[in-house]
């Protein structure tokens, strides 16, 4: 299945085995973030839950106390 079924044209102008090449590896990518993604909520759970309580006393955070709780978000590794 191409991914840009809204273009009637675009499958037209490549072959079937570079579409399905093209849409595979877009799949791989879109999956490879959503793991990252994952994992770096996951990493970063006791930030999330220390932001929550924040938000739940003072129903917002704004300017340089959001920076400050950003600053300290840390990339997990993901390895695939």
Same mark, same amino acid.
């Given at each position: 299945?191409? *991914?840009? %079924?809204? /273009?009637?044209?675009? !499958? !037209?102008? /490549?072959?079937? =085995?570079?579409?399905?090449?093209? $849409? !595979? @590896?877009?799949?791989?990518? #879109? @999956? +490879?973030?959503? %793991? %990252?993604? *994952?994992? +770096?909520?996951?990493?970063?759970? $006791?930030?999330? =839950? +220390?932001? +929550?309580?924040?938000?739940? =006393?003072? @129903?917002?955070?704004?300017?340089?106390?959001l920076h400050q709780l *950003?600053? %300290? #978000?840390?990339?997990?590794? #993901?390895? #695939?």
């Amino acid at each position: 299945m191409f *991914l840009d %079924q809204g /273009m009637p044209n675009a !499958r !037209r102008s /490549m072959s079937e =085995e570079t579409a399905n090449a093209i $849409d !595979r @590896e877009v799949k791989e990518i #879109v @999956e +490879t973030a959503h %793991q %990252q993604a *994952l994992a +770096t909520i996951k990493h970063n759970r $006791d930030l999330l =839950e +220390t932001i +929550t309580l924040q938000l739940l =006393e003072t @129903e917002a955070i704004e300017g340089e106390a959001l920076h400050q709780l *950003l600053d %300290q #978000v840390q990339a997990a590794i #993901v390895t #695939v």
